[in-house]
């Protein structure tokens, strides 16, 4: 697993690249986002474009991550996830917690107007 950072239309974007399978990728994972949060950034959007496979410990940071930004009034969105990304985040309910835009160009149309 790769991670990368970049700005956004006030996001913080982090761009995933490979397999989130292994306790010490959820633990990159999950140190990243909370240097993010340290430095109070308050929007953060993954994109899972590259991402082919994650599992549990990998779900279990995504949902920390939704609920430590609730907690600041932030707000955390996905962007671009494969179908097998997207079903595992649809039978988990995350889709129900968190905004999932199918490509970046939406994301970024629909941040315009907010």
């Known amino acids: ?7 956004s239309k006030g996001f913080h974007i982090v761009d995933i690249i490979g397999k989130i ?3 010490k990728d959820s633990i990159v994972l999950k140190s990243y986002i909370n240097t993010l949060l ?3 950034v308050q929007k953060i959007a ?3 474009s590259q991402v082919t ?5 990998a779900l279990n940071v995504l949902i920390y991550c939704h609920n430590m930004l609730k907690k600041k009034d932030g707000k955390l969105v996905i962007i671009r996830t494969n179908e097998y990304v997207k079903d ?3 039978v988990v309910g995350l889709n129900k917690l968190v905004k999932i835009y199918a490509t970046e160009e939406d994301f970024e149309n629909e941040t315009n107007h907010n």
């Open 46 to 48: 993954l994109n899972l």
């Open 21 to 23: 399978d292994r306790l």
């Open 53 to 57: 496979y994650l599992d549990s410990g």
């Open 88 to 90: 595992v985040l649809d």
């Open 38 to 40: 340290e430095k109070n």
């Open 1 to 7: 697993m790769d991670i990368g950072g970049r700005e």
